[in-house]
């Protein structure tokens, strides 16, 4: 950026050009040394991105598990473990990729026609062909193609979307106007000093392609795997240790580990998170939520802050008139009437907009006769009319109001009090004065960029969800701090200079504390969302512009409002299809139903799996026999894992809180019903034994306990009171009865298993069903701690 001292000819000396722009020659030249005006893209290769699929705990395990069973020459085995792992791969493949194309739709944003002198001549070109030193003409409308030094002419200029700023900016001789901003009003030359990433726009693109919120998801599944692995190799070393001191051959030892390890794999719970988020995902989007990031359902259940942008998502962005000021003798009335004749809808200026809309509101007109209207002009700082009233022509003018009161009879004590006052509001102040010769103050015009209507309303709720709410602006404090009282965030400011000349040690702590940062200009946006992060929070963010891209993809929730420009909605992992913010708790409401469906398919893998290492190694003891076989237990897994994937259409209550996984306590919770279930599980064995049943038969049972007792957990696990306290989904009722009427089916016509008599199966349900209402009793007691 170039500094605010440089005179004309130094910029000129600098990119070595002249107000008579470039020739091609040089364009040339430059082209090759600077590169075209665009953003450069980093794509990523979708064959690597799918080979990463293989490359995690889960893969990892089913992968072993696979080299083992050819090993061992179990073939069936080893195709069926196969297939998990590329389903399960596949699944997730199709899910998460997503055509990064943020940075692409910022390269979009520069393919724009821009009017560029070369060889003399004013000509129109594409700007990725633009390059520093270029001369470019810019008016009313256009997009501002690459950052450039105004070197003649006036304009206004809308970079709300790159800094934040609720209101269009002058911008006049030697100021730096910025790529992708819009002029709203006059026209200028002016010399191009940044292209592509090197422009303000372009470093924004830069965070936007660093950013990448991290997935909290594939840590919750590396924990759990760690537990479970943990589990499966102190089994295994303890059932080594009893087979040399009892003298059983180390040999016979290998397929029971691979037993072990096959059911120690939690094979379904990536494919389950992801069909859980997915669905979530179709839920929201009935509700006007569109999330282009899956892990985001969930994580807005564990989202603890909001950063609120102000600009466009807490407020209109768009210049408003609050109640006029009268000057004494006047009445808001006669202000209002008054500024309509010194305002014209055809100049599309936002103050002019601003009044002739509140006058509107307010039903305000004018009978009177407009002569003459002068647009705003930047020298004088007004706009002025000639009217014709009954008793002459009088002279109307509105503007700043240092400029007003030069040419008007005036209090200056009230005068001078009114304009603090409303200044240490926030509003900017526009003045109005009539008269024939010596014109008369009439009376002041707050303006200020008002918050939407449900702001308020939508503040409240979040607040009551337990998620702290922070506004992140590029405005002044004045201004920051206003909105956020009516609001209701807090008035706990702090501008940005302020938190980033703090101490590393008192920063972090500022961050924490704030509920309003001022002056935030893009990449202070990214650093609050990091920030945070670094203190272990989980963060959403909202926006609608390209300032705030980098923080959008940072956050674990970002969320583009409705009205974003393209960059924000590619940015963020949520965009909201509806006017306003209130759909954001729905958004929270309905990952936190995510986050109870995942706990309880979580809990009763934790459960099941603990259940059948511990019986499969102690039964060992016990009976000095495999009471299954390998191949059940991969049976185990369709019967049991994918079924209960239907976990994922629960019906479920949201919490009233951020909801946190805690893999320690729910391990420990888990182990406490595994417990239980082991007790079941062992008298089923004991039953066995003292029948007349073969071993294979003995396998089918223990085969049917496992798959009837992994049914009834998860009617156990899913509500946090009796079980009979809520009605679960139909497709989860349904594949349960499915599950349960299937492998009593296989069980007695042998199918798959050794055939054993139905009453015998039937005897196994009875008892599972029966330990599962005592189960629930004791529950009740201990899983209070989840």
């Known amino acids: 950026m170039s500094s605010d001292s440089e005179t004309l000819e130094s910029i000129l000396t600098r990119f070595n050009t002249s107000l008579d722009g470039l020739t ?16 450069k893209e980093k794509k990523r290769n979708p064959l690597v991105n799918f080979l990463q699929k293989f490359w995690a705990p889960v893969p990892w395990m089913l992968e072993i598990t696979a080299i083992l069973t050819f090993i061992l020459h179990k073939y069936l085995d080893m195709e069926i473990i196969l297939f998990l792992l590329v389903f399960n791969s596949i699944i997730s493949f199709i899910q998460e990729y997503r055509a990064e194309n943020a940075v692409e739709l910022l390269k979009s944003k520069l393919r724009v026609m821009a009017k560029v002198r070369r060889d003399g001549k004013w000509i129109m070109i594409h700007a990725r062909d633009i390059v520093p030193g270029d001369l470019i003409a810019v ?28 209101q269009p900016v002058e911008k006049r001789y030697l100021d730096e106007i910025y790529s992708g901003s819009v002029i709203k009003r006059g026209e200028a030359k002016a010399i191009v000093v940044g292209t592509g990433e090197r422009t303000y726009f372009g470093k924004t693109t830069q965070l936007v392609q660093e950013a990448r919120a991290k997935s909290h998801i594939q840590d919750i599944i590396m924990n759990i795997v760690r537990y479970l692995v943990l589990v499966d190799v102190a089994l295994v070393v303890v059932l080594s240790v009893f087979a040399l001191l009892t003298g059983v051959n180390l040999g016979d030892t290998l397929p029971f580990s691979l037993v072990v390890l096959i059911a120690s794999v939690p094979v379904a719970l990536p494919a389950t998170f992801t069909i859980a988020m997915a669905l979530g995902a179709e839920e929201l989007s009935r509700k006007g939520i569109l999330v282009t990031r899956l892990n985001a359902s969930e994580d807005a259940a564990s989202m603890d802050v909001l950063n ?14 609050g109640d006029p000021i009268p000057a004494p003798n006047h009445t808001e009335k006669e202000v209002l009437e008054y500024a309509l004749l010194a305002s014209d809808e055809a100049t599309q200026d936002p103050i002019d907009i601003a009044v002739i809309e509140c006058s509107k509101e307010k039903g305000v007109k004018s009978n009177l006769s407009r002569l003459h209207f002068e647009p705003f002009d930047p020298s004088k700082k007004r706009t002025e009319a000639i009217i014709s009233t009954s008793s002459g022509e009088i002279r109307v003018a509105k503007g700043a109001p240092q400029v007003i009161a030069q040419i008007s009879s005036v209090d200056p004590g009230w005068y001078e009090s009114q304009i603090r006052n409303l200044s240490a509001k926030g509003y900017r102040v526009i003045a109005v004065a009539a008269g024939k010769d010596k014109l008369e103050i009439i009376g002041l015009l707050p303006l200020y960029d008002r918050p939407r209507p449900d702001s308020p309303k939508f503040v409240q709720e979040i607040k009551e969800l337990g998620v702290k709410p922070k506004m992140v602006t590029g405005d002044n404090s004045l201004i920051a701090i206003e909105i956020a009282k009516e609001v209701g965030i807090g008035d706990r400011v702090c501008s940005m200079k302020e938190v980033s000349e703090a101490k590393e040690e008192v920063r972090a702590k500022l961050v924490e504390e704030c509920e309003v940062f001022a002056e935030v200009f893009p990449e202070d946006k990214y650093t609050i969302v990091k920030s945070l992060q670094d203190l272990g929070h989980i963060v959403g963010m909202t926006g609608d512009g390209v300032n705030d891209a980098p923080a959008l993809k940072q956050a674990e929730v970002g969320i583009a409002v409705f009205n974003s420009t393209d960059v924000a909605k590619a940015s963020a992992s949520m965009v909201l299809t509806h006017e306003g913010l209130i759909d954001i708790v729905e958004a929270i409401k309905t990952g936190r139903k995510i986050y109870q469906r995942m706990l309880t398919y979580t809990m009763n893998k934790i459960v099941k799996t603990l259940q059948i290492v511990f019986f499969l190694t102690f039964s060992f003891f016990v009976a000095r026999f495999f009471v299954t076989t390998p191949f059940d237990v991969i049976l185990l897994l369709f019967f049991n894992d994918f079924v209960t994937m239907s976990i994922a259409t629960d019906n479920v209550r949201y919490s009233p809180k951020p909801e946190r996984w805690n893999v320690n306590r729910i391990v420990r919770s888990s182990l406490t019903i595994a417990i239980l279930i082991l007790v079941e599980s062992f008298f089923v064995l004991w039953l066995t034994l003292h029948l007349d049943l073969t071993l294979n038969e003995i396998h089918t049972l223990i085969f049917d306990m496992l798959v009837f007792t992994g049914q009834f957990t998860v009617y156990l696990l899913r509500e946090r009171g009796h079980l009979w306290n809520s009605m679960p989904s139909k497709p989860l009722l349904v594949s349960s009865i499915a599950d349960i009427i299937a492998v009593t089916l296989i069980s007695s016509a042998g199918i798959l298993v050794s055939p054993v008599p139905i009453w015998s199966v039937l005897t196994v349900l009875a008892i599972a069903f029966i330990f599962n209402l005592i189960f629930d009793q004791i529950k009740v007691m201990f899983l209070k701690l989840i």
């Open 24 to 39: 091609s020659d040089e364009v040339e030249q430059r082209l090759q040394k600077y590169g075209p005006n665009e953003v």
């Open 308 to 321: 609120l942008d102000k600009t466009g998502t807490l407020t209109e962005n768009r210049l408003r008139v």
């Open 139 to 166: 008016r009313l409308g256009d997009i501002v193609p690459a950052d450039a030094r105004i070197v003649e002419g006036q304009v206004l200029v809308d970079q709300s979307a790159l800094t934040g700023e609720s």
